[in-house]
Each structure stands twice: as structure tokens, then as C-alpha cells.
């Protein structure tokens, strides 16, 4: 049998998992699929895929597997089998970290040792090095050596511009937040874009990242596609960081100019997650979580994903964010992925995050990470301070952010318009440049 009628009958087979109605409506959509699908029938099998991969989240489920075989198949994606809520939540993180880091040093060593070869840990193995009794300069300096002998030693550097800050959601640990009636909002217009992205080139840089918070209303696919493709000329590349789109939505961003996505988790772990987004989009855990691949299935290659540490159990979301990172890889191994961990920065909020990182813990945390997923690039924003951002550049930080401004039209429009978060590190993009070459590294402009 073909694989693609094979794939039809093993949706025909689960369709039992789904409301009648539904279930019939599917049915027929498949029986008249043609040999060669418009767009528009695509489409409609994706929003399928999309309500039942959110309805069955968790749970094992043969339909949300074989769906989505099908439409990566439909579209030409031929690729292993796809789990990913399934693969991150099997790790048991809590349980392996609390074993690991009570568990005998002399295993927390072995690991560190493997560690050497740069072929990067298991989730299961990293959680050994979160082990106190490990020395974290030894820890730190490994990493640092891992790092640069599968990256080399050039840091990029790159900027946020961010577009609105008029947010439809209500995160709790947001400046941005809907509720929150101390900030002044703005979105951007094209020309205010525009002058923006001008006075950042000006500065040398040449990758951007476009930042706005979710409104789909005022930040919506064809203004996005006008911003990239108005830019893309003057830039070596355009990264977005947005509330999650559909496939259709990142490949008009992919056709734009667009070449990656980055898009948090911010927790992994779900009671958290639906806690801290109280209401709003982002509340909506498997449909972000699942943004990734979307991005890679519309062709963006560049992928950045990362927690928001303090939120919840900081070694536990670690050790997620490693599974997460490695399920990706495992899927696209093509994929350029980077992974970030900012740690949460008091807001304007009144909210008060329950699991403060100490420094010390942080560098353990990012080594760590570096060690485990030495093929993966590592962002750091200036949330953090210079002398922090410099021990990580040591510790091998592959790309950083300068001069940033975190609200929109904050380098030249707006600056009265309210910010995300306050910064940590107001050095120039040429004192950045500058820490960089002391640390025996070589900054460049793009990613
Ligand atoms: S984190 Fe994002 S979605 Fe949530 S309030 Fe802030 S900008 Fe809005």
C-alpha cells in the first residue's frame, strides 16, 4: 500500500478518539482528498491535526500520531514518528534531578568525563551534574572547551526590536501584561520599524530579532510579512520571537525573508505553565510547545527555545528543556537550534517569582546545559549583568544581545513607550564587541 493511503486508514482506524460529528467531518475530507491537495484542503487537515493534537494532550493517543504523519507527509515531510508533549513530560525531572543530585559524586565525575567527548548527555545523565559536590569552575571550564570545539571561537551579536507591546495575555511575570495600566503602550508602524531597524544598523549589527507580544489583531501575519520583507534587504538575517502561528502563518513569514523562530516554553512543567498564563493566548501549553516544529515544517531553520527560570523547579525545567532540545534534534536534524535561559527579572508586576536562581546555581545551570547539548547555541540577553554575561561567555555563550532596548521604538521612535523587562547590561555594541575579543573570542554581526 502506498504510505500515504496506509496513513489515511490509521486516521480512519482512530477516529473514534474524536467527537462523531468531528469524526465524520475528517472522514469525509479524507475520502475526497485529491492526489494533489490545494493549499486551502492542506489547511483544513492542519486545523484538524492542530484540535486534536490540543484535545489529546498527555495522552497516548495512535490518532495525533498518525495525523501527524499524514500532514507532514502530505506537504512532502517524511520523518519519524512525533510525540512531543509525550516525550518531554516522560522525562521524569523532578525524580532525576532529586536522584542525581543525592546520588554518589563519583557518578556525577563519569558523567563529567563523557561530558569531554562533546557528543552531549541524555537529560537523565545531565541531572548528574547538577550535583553540588562538582567543582563549578571545573564544570564551567569544560563547557567553555566543549563549546568552542564544536562552535569555534565566534560569538554573534544581535539586537531585539520590539514592535508592540499591546498584549491581549495576562503572564504573571510580565511587564506586558493586559492588566498591567502603568504601561504605555505602542505598536510600530512600518516606517517607525523602519527607522528603528536604521539606527541599530548604523551600529554594525546585522541580525535582528522582531519581538511582539500577542495580539494577532494588531501584530497579524501580513503586517509581519510587510516588516521582514521591508527589512530583509539590509539585513544578513530576521529572527521572530511572536505568539505561536500556524505552519501556513511561519511559511509567509519563511517566503518574507524570516529565518528562525524563538519561542519559550518559560516552564515545562504544565500545572505551572496554565498558573503563571493566567488567561490569554499563551495559555494554551501543547499549541506552544509544538511551535517549534511548525516553524521547522514551514522551512524556518533557525529555532531558539529556552525557560524563564524562577518560575518553577529550575533543575527540573533544565533537564525538560534538554529532552525538548534533544527530541527536536532527534527529528530535524538539520535544525540550527539555540537555547537561552533568562532568568526572571522583577517587572512592574507585584510578582514575586517562588524559585530566585542564585548566581552560583545559574552557572551550574548553563554549563550544564552547554555540556548536555554542546551542538545547540547558547543565548544569553542582557537580563544579565556584565561581569555574569562575561563568566558565561567563558563558559561558552555563542551569541549575545547588546544595547538592547525592550520596548517598541525604544532606540529612536518611542522611548517613553513601556519596556518588558529592565536591563541588566547598558554597554554599547562596541564595548560588547570589545569583552568578547578580551575573553580571546571573536565577536561577529550575524547568527
Ligand atoms: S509574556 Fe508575552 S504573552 Fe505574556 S504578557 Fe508578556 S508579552 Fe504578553
Given amino acids: 500500500m502506498h504510505p500515504r493511503e496506509a496513513l489515511i486508514e490509521a486516521v480512519q482506524g482512530s477516529l473514534g478518539e474524536l467527537p462523531p460529528r468531528m469524526a465524520s467531518r475528517l472522514k469525509t475530507i479524507l475520502a475526497r482528498l485529491p492526489q494533489n491537495p490545494e493549499p486551502a484542503e492542506l489547511d483544513k487537515i492542519d486545523r484538524f491535526r492542530s484540535i486534536i493534537m490540543s484535545s489529546a494532550a498527555g495522552k497516548d493517543s495512535p490518532l495525533v500520531d498518525s495525523m501527524d504523519l499524514l500532514t507532514a507527509s502530505l506537504r512532502g515531510i517524511h520523518r519519524a514518528a512525533r510525540k512531543p508533549a509525550r516525550a518531554i513530560s516522560k522525562i521524569d525531572a523532578p525524580d532525576l534531578m532529586e536522584a542525581a543530585i543525592q546520588g554518589p559524586l563519583a557518578e556525577a565525575e563519569q558523567v563529567l568525563e563523557a561530558a569531554h567527548d562533546g ?17 563549578l569552575e571545573e564544570l564551567l571550564q569544560a563547557a567553555g572547551k566543549v563549546s568552542r570545539r564544536v562552535h569555534g571561537r565566534t560569538v554573534g551579536l544581535y539586537a531585539p526590536l520590539y514592535l508592540s507591546n499591546e498584549c491581549v495575555s495576562n503572564c504573571v511575570y510580565c511587564g506586558f501584561q493586559m492588566q498591567n495600566k502603568q504601561v504605555v503602550r505602542r505598536t510600530l508602524d512600518e516606517s517607525e520599524v523602519l527607522r528603528e531597524a ?16 500577542e495580539n494577532p489583531i494588531l501584530v497579524d501575519v501580513a503586517y509581519l510579512q510587510r516588516v521582514v520583507a521591508a527589512l530583509r534587504p539590509r539585513w544578513e538575517a530576521i529572527d521572530v520571537e511572536l505568539g505561536p502561528l500556524s505552519v501556513e502563518g511561519y511559511r509567509a513569514l519563511e517566503k518574507a525573508g524570516a529565518g528562525g523562530v524563538t519561542i519559550y516554553q518559560e516552564t515545562y512543567e504544565r500545572k505551572v505553565f496554565q498558573d503563571v498564563h493566567r488567561y490569554g493566548l499563551k495559555n494554551r501549553y501543547d499549541t506552544r510547545l509544538e511551535t517549534p516544529e511548525r516553524a521547522l515544517d514551514a522551512g524556518l531553520g533557525r529555532i531558539g527555545i529556552g ?3 524562577g518560575i518553577s523547579e529550575p533543575g527540573a525545567e533544565l533537564l525538560w528543556l534538554i529532552g525538548h532540545a534533544n ?3 532527534e527529528r530535524y536534524p538539520n535544525l540550527q537550534l ?8 522583577p517587572e512592574s508586576t507585584g510578582y514575586d517569582a517562588p524559585y530566585p536562581v542564585s548566581d552560583e546555581q545559574f552557572l ?31 563558559a561558552g555563550a555563542t551569541r549575545l544581545s547588546a544595547e538592547s532596548s525592550t520596548n517598541p521604538g525604544g532606540y529612536s521612535v518611542a522611548p517613553e513607550s513601556g519596556q518588558q523587562f529592565e536591563i541588566a547590561d547598558h554597554r554599547s555594541i562596541d564595548e560588547v564587541a570589545l569583552s568578547i575579543e578580551k575573553a580571546d573570542l571573536r565577536p561577529i554581526w550575524s547568527p
Fill in 327 to 329: 527530541y527536536l534534534r
Fill in 338 to 345: 539555540s537555547i537561552s535561559l533568562p532568568r526572571f527579572r
Fill in 119 to 135: 557528543t552531549g548527555l541524555k537529560a537523565e545523565d545531565a541531572a548528574c551534574l547538577l550535583h553540588s559536590g562538582l567543582d
Fill in 307 to 309: 525557560v524563564l527560570l
Fill in 364 to 394: 551550574r545551570y548553563a554549563a550544564t546545559a552547554r555540556l548536555a547539548l554542546p551542538w545547540a547555541g547558547f543565548v544569553v540577553s542582557t537580563r544579565e549583568e556584565p561581569a555574569m554575561r562575561e563568566r558565561l561567555l567563558r
Fill in 198 to 213: 536604521t539606527s541599530l544598523r548604523k551600529k554594525g549589527l546585522r541580525h535582528l530579532l522582531l519581538v511582539a507580544a
